[in-house]
């Protein structure tokens, strides 16, 4: 291969050359020795004509062999088929099309011998002769371009096919038809595993500034150009007379040689594209940053693409075609690989500038791309040295080795973890100072640059190197795109070790104290990576391509951590929930959106405090899959206290993040849908990892049943107001979905979690109550009725508890009151509940049957068995009968007015007097109470007790929608306290702001107007 880039006219001996090189010769054959015998028998300017189409037609033949080396056969054969499938339209051929305009056949086309097996092995088809179409054929030239063959790593094979044709002559009614022919032969490709674009070209709007579908976009058409010069592989047909003019040439003295070019120079025939033209400096800037924003598939060319970037902000480059069409054209030993080429600019640009440490960061960078490259197929020490001086010769050439490269390159598969931590410092310095030297660019130049272009490069490299709280470290072969798969992974608790590298990542057994080492060199290895549990271990082995498929794993360790089965389990599930996650690959308006977790698992229980007591450990053992293990034994305690929430979001980053203690559990729920985006829902229901032990059943079953009730509401529609309550150790957590999105809230108490559900709203509350929570049984049995029961409006339960008297209320829109009161006074609220209920209802119910069916009286009661759920008994009579006895008299207040207003709007009634906020400031509560206590003779009984509220919570200028009576317990209690605060400021002289004069409105005068 390098004899025939240094020596255009020598013939190379097939017997020595490799499969693919054998496949590619054949396409180059004849129109190498037309250009060879134009070198030797023709005028000067022919001759060098010829020499020039040569050494173009080596290297070309050199790149096809290195596409055809990075595929497979069968995808070998398509690519070497497809000039004939352009060349006939023939019925039964993919990209047959059955239409009069339909034109086919490429100039100058033979059937060679690669292309003849293809097609045989492909359609079973012997092509004896040259395919003669019925018209001239209007595929001038074709051409294609790829990653497969090259540095870059792109999974599944993409080929970009150019047809090049002279629209001017075939008319623009013929492209769709041709269009149609491409979109067909891309399908059967695409059956086959390989994916085919096809961009159809114009050498006329091609000398225009204009590349394909590009118009009026000449920044990105010259990019285009470039590009096509650059990595673009000659098939057939004719050749660009960009080859034949010398290189440097402006494009003015370009366009004059060309023309006498295309005229045919001996038996060699041209098209012309036209030469790469500058465009004005803000135009090629901010076209450049918004190609890098697209974003590469790869994240070595976006490192590459960057530092090019960089290197542009003070002067143009020349083009990068232009420089690899000088190489070729002295002679020299062309980079082959793109990547390459690309480095090797970059790499002369920063030594023209003096910053040779960013050199020998990117020097390193390339070598051990190259050496990850080969070292997936090549483990022999020479074999590797040979490939490795073919592929990047001409890049160590000019910028050498460097000290301990073979070292490097030799122990490249065991570097330990503070290796790889220095070169990953390296690397993160590097972009950090590019991106650095952009934005101070973009800062002194307004206009230059697309400012939201330029923010995305840095989001998406804070994506990509971004350190933070819980982020999954990535290595730095994710930034050169490799799979470092292991075959065994070991992993090695450390219990001597600080806390955040207990847990340590092995290639192999390792020796350990006190016990005979397995390792080779008898003192164990460097770990690869350690930190503090083994979700993150195993986060990090995932991310990083590290653990594959095959790859076997084994904990060493005293914890119960599972067995090698269980945390091959838990790597396979994360493998598919988070997988190896890549920045680079995401178009840049992904980063322009805060971040939003898309996926997540929960890994539970892997290590952690479950008690030294041996018989509550076995009883933990053996639990029955519907125990509640959250709320465990009489005192109600989570035995879940290590759980870690593995997770990836938009913006590829991945993250595991560790909770622990008895509330770890709500932590990590937090952690999931505290940031919940209804506009961009999971998409995939979170995981629930438990690889450990007897308790894995239960506890896996018990924290779906979580999940399962979290993603019923945070999946719901829009439709009013969605709540999700459950019990953890004691203590609540409730999630809430309404049209301002998701909200994740912890409450100590049962009051505190009715108080979330209670929350004033105006919508309809769909509420679901985790079913195994204890303290929640109550509140199920309530909301259960009032949800079947037909004409129940209203639900009112209680009970005596632990001394204590406890009163629910679920109202006509399901949201909840609750109140625990000690048990003498038990009776005495709930009579004052139910009459401010009924209050509410005196509009409606005129009747004691009506009110007997709307408003239920229920006294809550254990099941008759154990795990039975919660009884109610029906008390609605004897509480209505209460009510009609007589009452001592009484003060009696009570609230009005709009609280649409505020604190403004509401105000107290006593003895048809208002004590209103607007006219008495803040003071209105201790006038309130002094006419009270000034009328205390007249009651036998004296209370702040208040009645019933009227209060209007809708727009008071709109119609109000009222239903609702929890909001006005709510609001009831708020002004009781207010009172009892204001009772208090008259006997001990209370804070001064109860005495204020000025109104709940700070920005308005106490006697203003509302």
């Known amino acids: 291969m390098a004899s025939d880039l240094r020596q255009p006219g020598g013939a190379s001996d097939d017997a020595h050359l490799s499969e693919s090189e054998r496949l590619a010769a054949p396409w180059y054959r004849e129109v190498t020795q037309s250009a060879r015998a134009l070198s030797r028998t023709g005028s000067r300017g022919a001759r060098l004509v010829g020499m020039r189409v040569l050494r173009h037609l080596a290297f070309h033949r050199a790149r096809l062999a290195r596409l055809y080396q990075g595929l497979e056969a069968l995808e070998r054969r398509v690519v070497s088929a497809l000039p004939y499938l352009l060349d006939v339209n023939r019925s039964g051929l993919p990209g047959h099309v059955r239409d009069r305009r339909t034109l086919w056949g490429v100039q100058g086309f033979e059937a060679n011998p690669t292309l003849r097996d293809a097609v045989a092995a492909l359609f079973e088809r012997d092509i004896t002769r040259r395919s003669l179409s019925r018209h001239k054929p209007p595929i001038r030239s074709i051409w294609v371009a790829g990653e497969p063959g090259t540095l870059i790593e792109g999974g599944d094979p993409l080929l970009t096919v150019y047809v090049v044709l002279d629209l001017g002559t075939i008319g623009e009614g013929a492209l769709p038809a041709l269009q149609n022919r491409g979109k067909g032969i891309a399908e059967w490709a695409a059956g086959l595993g390989l994916g085919l674009g096809f961009v159809f070209l114009d050498p006329a709007r091609m000398r225009a500034g204009e590349f394909g579908r590009m118009r009026n976009a000449p920044a990105r058409s010259r990019a285009a150009l470039d590009r096509f010069y650059r990595t673009a592989i000659y098939i057939a047909g004719q050749l660009p007379a960009w080859w034949a003019v010398p290189a440097g040439t402006a494009p003015e003295q370009h366009q004059r040689m060309a023309r006498s070019i295309t005229r045919g120079v001996g038996e060699l025939d041209f098209f012309d594209g036209g030469p790469v033209r500058p465009v004005r400096d803000d135009v090629r800037l901010r076209a450049a940053v ?215 990542v092995h290639r192999h057994v390792v020796a350990r104290r006190g016990e005979a080492p397995e390792a080779q060199d008898g003192q164990g290895e460097s770990a690869m990576w350690a930190g503090e549990s083994l979700a993150a271990a195993a986060s990090w082995a995932v991310v990083n391509g590290v653990f594959a498929e095959g790859t076997a794993v084994r904990p060493v360790g005293q914890s119960r951590a599972g067995t090698a089965a269980d945390l091959r389990d838990v790597f396979d599930r994360l493998r598919y929930v988070i997988g190896r996650p890549d920045p680079v690959a995401r178009p840049g308006a992904w980063f322009r959106e805060p971040r939003r977790t898309r996926r997540a698992a929960l890994v539970a229980a892997f290590e952690g405090d479950h008690g030294t007591d041996p018989r509550e450990q076995a009883a933990i053992k053996v639990l029955p899959e519907n125990w509640d293990i959250l709320n465990y034994g009489p005192e109600r305690t989570s035995r879940l206290r290590d759980v870690s929430v593995v997770s990836l979001d938009t913006w590829d980053g991945a993250h595991c993040r560790r909770y622990r203690g008895s509330q770890a559990l709500m932590a990590a729920m937090r952690s999931i849908y505290g940031d919940f985006d209804p506009a961009m829902p999971f998409e995939i229901a979170p995981e629930v990892l438990v690889p450990q032990g007897g308790t894995s059943r239960a506890t896996r079953n018990r924290l779906r049943q979580i999940i399962k009730g979290a993603d019923r509401i945070v999946h719901a529609g829009r439709a009013g107001r969605r709540a999700f309550v459950y019990e953890v150790g004691g203590r609540f957590q409730v999630l809430v979905r309404d049209e301002r999105g998701v909200r994740v809230s912890n409450a100590r108490s049962l009051r505190g979690g009715a108080r979330l559900l209670g929350a004033v709203g105006e919508d309809t509350q769909l509420l679901t109550i985790d079913k195994l929570s204890p303290s929640l049984g109550e509140l199920r049995a309530i909301v259960e009725r009032q949800r079947t029961d037909p004409t129940a409006e209203i639900c009112v339960g209680w009970r005596q508890i632990e001394g204590q008297g406890q009163i629910l209320i679920c109202d006509e829109v399901g949201r909840i009151y609750a109140r625990r009161v000690v048990l003498r006074q038990l009776d005495g609220l709930l009579l004052r509940l139910v009459r401010r209920i009924i209050h509410r209802l005196r509009t409606r119910v005129r009747d004691t049957r009506t009110l007997r069916r709307v408003l239920r009286v229920f006294e809550m009661r254990d099941g008759g068995s154990l795990g039975e759920d919660v009884q109610l008994r029906e008390d609605t009579v004897r509480v209505i009968s209460r009510l009609a006895e007589p009452r001592p008299r009484h003060p009696e207040l009570f609230l009005r007015g709009h609280l649409s207003r505020g604190r403004n709007g509401v105000y107290v009634e006593y003895a048809d007097n208002k004590y209103d906020p607007r006219a008495r400031g803040r003071r209105f509560a201790v006038e309130l109470l002094e006419a009270m206590i000034a009328d205390r003779d007249r009651y036998a009984q004296f209370d702040l007790f208040i009645e019933a509220s009227s209060v209007r919570f809708g727009d008071a200028s709109g119609p109000a929608r009222e239903r609702g009576v929890v909001k006005h317990l709510r609001l009831i209690d708020l002004y009781e306290r207010h009172l009892a605060r204001a009772l208090k400021a008259i006997r001990d002289g209370g804070p001064a702001v109860m005495t204020s004069t000025r109104s709940f409105s700070r920005s308005r005068p106490s006697g203003g107007a509302s």
């Not at 910028?399 to 931590?421: A, F, H, I, S």
């Not at 971004?466 to 292991?486: K, T």
């Open 290 to 504: 918004e190609a890098l924003d697209r974003g590469s598939r790869h994240p070595l060319p976006f490192v590459l693409g960057f530092a090019a970037l960089v290197l542009e902000l003070d002067a143009p480059a020349e083009p990068a075609c232009e420089r690899l069409k000088r190489a070729i054209e002295g002679g020299e030993a062309a980079i082959v690989d793109p990547v390459l080429q690309v480095f090797d600019a970059v790499s002369e640009g920063f030594a023209r500038r003096g910053e040779g440490e960013r050199v020998r960061v990117l020097r390193r960078l390339a070598w051990l791309k190259v050496g990850l490259y080969l070292g997936r197929t090549t483990t022999h020490r020479g074999t590797f040295l040979d490939r490795f001086h073919g592929l990047a010769a001409p890049c160590v050439t000019r910028w050498g080795y460097e000290q301990g490269l073979l070292d490097l390159l030799d122990g490249l598969v065991g570097w330990p973890r503070e290796r790889v931590d220095d070169f990953d410092r390296d690397v993160r310095t590097l972009l950090l100072g590019l991106y650095g030297a952009l934005t101070e660019a973009a800062r002194e130049a307004t206009g230059r640059f697309d400012q939201g272009a330029v923010a995305g490069l840095g989001r998406r490299l804070l994506a990509i190197i971004g350190a933070e709280p819980g982020r999954v470290r990535a290595h730095f072969n994710q930034l050169i795109g490799e799979v470092r798969a292991e075959d065994h992974l070991v992993l090695l608790e450390q219990s001597d070790a600080p806390r955040r590298e207990r847990w340590a």
